[in-house]
């Protein structure tokens, strides 16, 4: 399949065809800025369908609203019709179409001509009413709340919230290319869903003050070590938003690094729920550990050099022992009462990953000291 995207170096444009880029079955042309409309022709060549991103949210002059996206439309369209072949149309609008403002008029106008175009020509169409849209390359400073935030706040940049219980309507970038990929996909084969207006999903529905709380933690996450739930939902998309947005100077950070005559101790990420990262190093014939939980768990792995795992139950005093390198990946997990400890037994710097079930607590670490001493 191959597609015409209009508005291709666009926020949206830039997105949509760097997903393309990396299928097999899709191509795209680009219609940008550079182009002029003679040169539609040419580029309708071999086309099977248009996603037409192209249009303006925020001219000099409210009279660029009509030019920028009901006139560019019927232009557009006209071009299509001109070339004798009746090509499915997916048109980006927005939710200000609903509104009586100039922007939300001409988005409707633009929509209403998209949707003769296809009765006219007894073609498929299908428009999408976006509701803000964010995702990485959104210009900062311009229209989109979250990437004004993002840029600024990754920037130590004071933002402005006028009214921290506003409602906003956010989608996000990825959903907006996936959905037009998708549609493209149906409509050149007939098998779209019926109706000419959709709405990508998931749409998410916050306040303004929740944006931007979530945004200053993803900021504070570096000094505490504590991460957001960034693994799912709006939270990742805000999250691979956030970083998207950091400057490259900014691209690394330090962490605290704990040492004495034993080697280091490195914390690295504690989550709020899943536990913590670590790890530590430990000299040749250094033992680290010595000491059992009640409830909490950790495994170790050993990234470097050889160890020795020494384990004995806290009741029945029953000893276990097993040795690990790091040349065989193997996780060793400690017990709830067994004491355990861990012995450098090679000739060089040993290094051991660390996870832990829970953050350390120091007003009540559930850790206590006991030897486990020698095989008996």
Same mark, same amino acid.
């Given at each position: 399949m191959k597609v015409l995207v209009t508005g291709a170096n666009g926020?949206?444009?830039?997105? =949509?065809?760097?997903?393309?880029?990396?299928?097999?079955?899709?191509?795209?042309?680009?219609?940008?800025?550079?182009?002029?409309?003679?040169?539609?022709?040419?580029?309708?060549?071999?086309?099977?369908?248009?996603?037409?991103?192209?249009?303006?949210n925020r001219p000099q002059n409210e009279i660029e609203f009509k030019k920028g996206n009901s006139d560019l439309t019927q232009s557009l369209l006209a071009a299509v019709e001109k070339t004798g072949a009746a090509l499915p149309v997916i048109y980006a609008s927005s939710i200000q179409a609903e509104r009586d403002n100039p922007y939300g008029e001409s988005k409707l106008e633009a929509e209403q001509a998209v949707k003769l175009y296809g009765e006219k020509n007894n073609v498929p169409v299908k428009v999408f009413r976006l509701a803000n849209v964010f995702g990485k390359w959104c210009k900062p400073n311009y229209n989109s709340m979250v990437a004004t935030f993002c840029h600024n706040?990754?920037?130590?940049?004071?933002?402005?919230?006028?009214?921290?219980?506003?409602?906003?309507?956010?989608?996000?970038?990825?959903?907006?290319?996936?959905?037009?990929?998708?549609?493209?996909?149906?409509?050149?084969?007939?098998?779209?869903?019926?109706?000419?207006?959709?709405?990508?999903? &998931?749409?998410?529905?916050?306040t303004v003050g929740e944006v931007a709380n979530a945004l200053h933690a993803f900021k504070d996450?570096?000094?505490?070590?504590?991460?957001?739930?960034?693994?799912?939902?709006?939270?990742?998309?805000?999250?691979?938003?956030?970083?998207?947005?950091? #400057?490259?100077?900014?691209?690394?950070?330090?962490? &605290?690094?704990?040492?004495?005559?034993?080697?280091?101790?490195?914390?690295? =990420?504690?989550?709020?729920?899943?536990?913590?990262?670590?790890?530590?190093?430990?000299? #040749?014939?250094?033992?680290?550990?010595?000491?059992?939980?009640?409830t909490k768990n950790e495994k170790f792995l050993v990234i470097k050099g050889k160890a020795h795992f020494g384990f004995r139950h806290m009741v029945t005093g029953e000893y276990h022992e097993l040795f690990t390198d790091?040349?065989? &990946?193997?996780?060793?997990?400690?017990? #709830?009462?067994?004491?355990?400890?861990?012995? !450098?037994?090679?000739?060089?710097?040993?290094?051991?990953?660390?996870?832990? !079930?829970?953050i350390f607590d120091r007003d009540n670490p559930d850790t206590f000291a006991a030897p486990v001493g020698i095989k008996e």
């Open positions: 926020f949206v444009g830039k997105n =949509l065809t760097m997903h393309i880029d990396v299928l097999d079955d899709v191509e795209y042309v680009a219609f940008t800025r550079e182009n002029q409309l003679e040169d539609l022709h040419k580029l309708l060549e071999g086309v099977d369908c248009v996603i037409h991103l192209a249009g303006v706040i990754s920037r130590d940049i004071e933002i402005q919230v006028n009214d921290a219980n506003a409602q906003v309507r956010l989608v996000y970038v990825d959903d907006v290319c996936s959905d037009f990929i998708k549609t493209a996909h149906e409509l050149t084969k007939g098998t779209a869903s019926a109706g000419q207006t959709a709405e990508v999903k &998931p749409v998410y529905s916050k996450s570096r000094k505490t070590l504590i991460s957001e739930r960034v693994g799912d939902g709006f939270i990742r998309k805000l999250y691979a938003t956030y970083m998207s947005y950091l #400057p490259k100077e900014s691209f690394s950070y330090q962490v &605290p690094k704990y040492g004495d005559e034993r080697g280091v101790f490195v914390e690295m =990420l504690k989550t709020k729920d899943s536990g913590q990262f670590s790890f530590f190093t430990a000299h #040749p014939g250094i033992t680290r550990g010595g000491h059992y939980h009640h790091g040349d065989t &990946p193997e996780v060793v997990e400690t017990a #709830p009462g067994w004491s355990h400890d861990i012995t !450098n037994v090679g000739d060089e710097e040993m290094v051991v990953m660390l996870w832990a !079930n829970e």
